[in-house]
């Protein structure tokens, strides 16, 4: 049986990077964000719903979705936020269970589920009994707001804003079984996922 294991944490905490590394090693990594893109693709029903109920302001030139826009609208307005992910996250959360589905056939040892909001939407519920441990990629909010403002040119109070609209570095913490700290650089990432695939294969093996 394939072991499920869940890689959250902060926004600019360095997800990515993590789960890069792990993907460099031979893992399958399922990332929501990047499901949440695909059932939002042109010709798909994501994006159609979404144009009926935002219109088409929301859509790029080339009729893609304009992130940017959209995001600017929900965090700015609860109700078409709540829309939002009554419409998109039963779709990829099916999406993710096909993935891991597949894995479970193909007899692999673990997976690598990238979810950035389970703190604030999985854990508790039933759908978190399908993962076996809690990976946080854990960083100060300094880091975060520092990163943050190189990456999207935002102010401080942009970056702070989003940090604030987390769960915090202390919820996240009480939820993990395991944590990467992602304050220095992308060789000690490396070395501390290298370090956590023995342990999560030595596991899944039991």
């Known amino acids: 049986m394939t072991y499920h294991i869940v890689l959250t944490g902060g926004v600019a905490s360095g997800k990515s990077a993590a ?16 499901i949440a893109r695909e059932v939002v693709a042109i010709g798909s029903e994501g994006l159609k719903a979404v144009t009926e109920y935002f219109g088409k302001e929301v859509l790029n030139n080339d009729g893609s979705l304009n992130r940017k826009a959209l995001r ?13 992910n009554q419409l ?44 076996r441990r809690v990976l946080v990629v854990d960083t100060t909010e300094s880091v975060q707001r520092e990163r ?5 040119s935002s102010s401080s109070e942009q970056a702070d804003a989003l940090i604030r609209a987390q769960a915090s570095r202390q919820e996240r913490l009480l939820i993990a079984d395991d944590v990467i700290s992602n304050n220095s650089d992308l ?17 899944a093996r039991g």
Request: a negative charge.
């Open 88 to 131: 998109l996250h039963p779709m990829i959360r099916s999406q993710m269970k096909s993935l891991r589905d597949e894995s479970e056939e193909s007899k692999e040892l673990y997976t690598i589920s990238v979810i950035p909001l389970y703190a604030e939407t999985i854990y508790g519920t039933n759908e978190a009994k399908q993962y």
């Open 72 to 84: 600017s609208i929900v965090f700015h307005n609860k109700q078409d936020r709540e829309w939002l």
């Open 148 to 152: 943050l403002m190189q990456r999207d």
């Open 187 to 203: 060789q000690s990432l490396k070395q501390q996922v290298i370090n956590l695939d023995k342990q999560y294969r030595d596991l």
């Open 19 to 34: 789960s890069h590394y792990f993907e460099e090693l031979g893992v399958t990594v399922i990332d929501a964000d990047v």
